[in-house]
């Protein structure tokens, strides 16, 4: 959260008065991009949560705009495990029912429903 409250103070505005574009940019599009920005001050565990935190707090949903992540850990975070792992259980059933099964049902629900 202090890199986002330091990045407040760069721009002079509030988080929630961010745009997609200026979330993006203390994101990035990789991790790479991410550190670029604070060498030393911090590594690329900590994008994940800065991701989160824009999904909470600042209402970002362009998450196709900030590159390659682990999606299901976002979801994880912003609504928990549990509820997560129950959604894409119900999902991986009805994949099932539709005669989806093997690698194909277990994938599909933990990349799709998390991009939403």
Do not use: N
């Not at 990789?30 to 707090?57: C, H, I, K, M, N």
């Not at 705009?65 to 991986?92: M, N, S």
């Amino acid at each position: 959260m202090g890199l986002v409250l330091a990045r407040s103070g760069q721009l002079g505005q509030t988080y929630w008065q961010w745009t997609a574009a200026e979330w993006i940019d203390l994101i990035g599009t990789t991790s790479q991009e991410f550190l670029r920005p604070w060498p030393g001050w911090l590594d690329s565990g900590v994008r994940p949560y800065v991701l989160t935190y824009a999904y909470l707090l600042g209402g970002f949903a362009e998450l196709h705009e900030v590159g390659r992540f682990h999606r299901p850990a976002l979801a994880w975070r912003a609504f928990g495990r549990e509820a997560v792992d129950d959604a894409v259980c119900q999902v991986t059933k009805v994949l099932a029912g539709w005669g989806y099964h093997g690698t194909e049902a277990q994938w599909a629900p933990s990349s799709v429903s998390c991009c939403c």
